[in-house]
């Protein structure tokens, strides 16, 4: 079940955070029309924590974390608008890895996005694997 926030200054992010979890939801992760072109992507935690600039660096990084998982999918949980630039979208993962069949809820139940959008484009997407260090890092509570 999805639930959306109401904020006091609605605007369009998250609609386009809603757009971009629909094709994630059907393991489509090939559109980066929602990414600024200089996008910095974050792992922030987990395994393989990092950054990388532009669409280039994001596409990497990306096809590197994909390399160990089969039919990967990020399903939102609840998205919140945090301010006019800024939207969190709380998540689970589907799928399972490659070498090992393991489910990859059980290694991790719930993660984050956060969004940094201007013009209608993300100019910054940090990945936390963990939601609790997301919400912590954020001054939010579940």
């Known amino acids: 079940m999805v639930h959306d926030e109401v904020t006091t200054q609605p605007s369009g992010n998250l609609d386009l955070v809603r757009s971009?979890?629909?094709a994630w939801g059907r393991g489509d992760l090939s559109g980066v029309g929602w990414a600024h072109s200089e996008i910095e992507y974050v792992i922030a935690d987990g395994?393989?924590?990092?950054?990388w600039t532009g669409l280039a660096g994001m596409a990497e990084?990306?096809?590197d974390w994909l390399k160990a998982w089969e039919d990967i999918r990020f399903v939102a949980d609840e998205y919140r608008e945090l301010d006019?630039?800024?939207a969190l979208a709380l998540h689970h993962f589907t799928g399972r890895g490659k070498a090992s069949g393991l489910e990859v809820g059980r290694m991790w139940?719930?993660?984050a996005h956060l969004f940094h959008i201007?013009?209608?484009?993300?100019?910054?997407l940090v990945l936390y694997h963990d939601r609790e260090r997301a919400l912590a890092d954020l001054g939010l509570e579940e």
């Open 20 to 22: 971009i979890y629909a």
């Open 47 to 51: 395994p393989a924590p990092g950054s």
């Open 61 to 63: 990084a990306v096809r």
């Open 84 to 86: 006019g630039e800024r």
């Open 109 to 111: 139940a719930t993660a």
């Open 118 to 124: 201007r013009d209608n484009k993300v100019t910054r």
